[in-house]
Nanobody, 120 residues
């Protein structure tokens, strides 16, 4: 099993910044990719940013140039620096550990979510 502990959400004014952190723990052999997703109301969960173990990063078009994702492989931790936040960034952000290999096999794991609210 993999446990994901998220932190860093909150309330910020438009143009402000927040930093999200997500640490994965458990009997982990490897994690193929970690990142952040959000789920707008009534819609499917969508990618915000992910980073593979080898360092390839993908961003949603809407956050390119504003958000920066980084990963500490040794500690299975990812950080999402969110700058120039906009009201439309308001959502619950979920940390995901994709294709995590543990003693019980390979699976995807999700955090409980951290809320980001951007006021105009």
């Amino acid at each position: 099993q993999v446990q994901l502990v998220e932190s860093g959400g909150g309330l910020v004014q438009a143009g402000g910044s927040l930093r999200l952190s997500c640490a994965a723990s458990g009997s982990i052999f490897s994690i193929a990719a970690m990142g952040w997703y959000r789920q707008p109301q009534g819609k499917q969960r969508e990618l915000v940013a992910t980073i593979t173990r080898r360092g390839r990063i993908d961003y949603a078009d809407s956050v390119k140039g504003r958000f920066t994702l980084s990963r500490d492989n040794a500690n299975n931790t990812v950080y999402l620096q969110m700058n120039n936040l906009r009201p439309e960034d308001t959502d619950v952000y979920y940390c995901g550990a994709i294709r995590a290999a543990t003693l019980t096999g390979v699976s995807d794991y999700w955090g409980q979510g951290t809320r980001v609210t951007v006021s105009s």
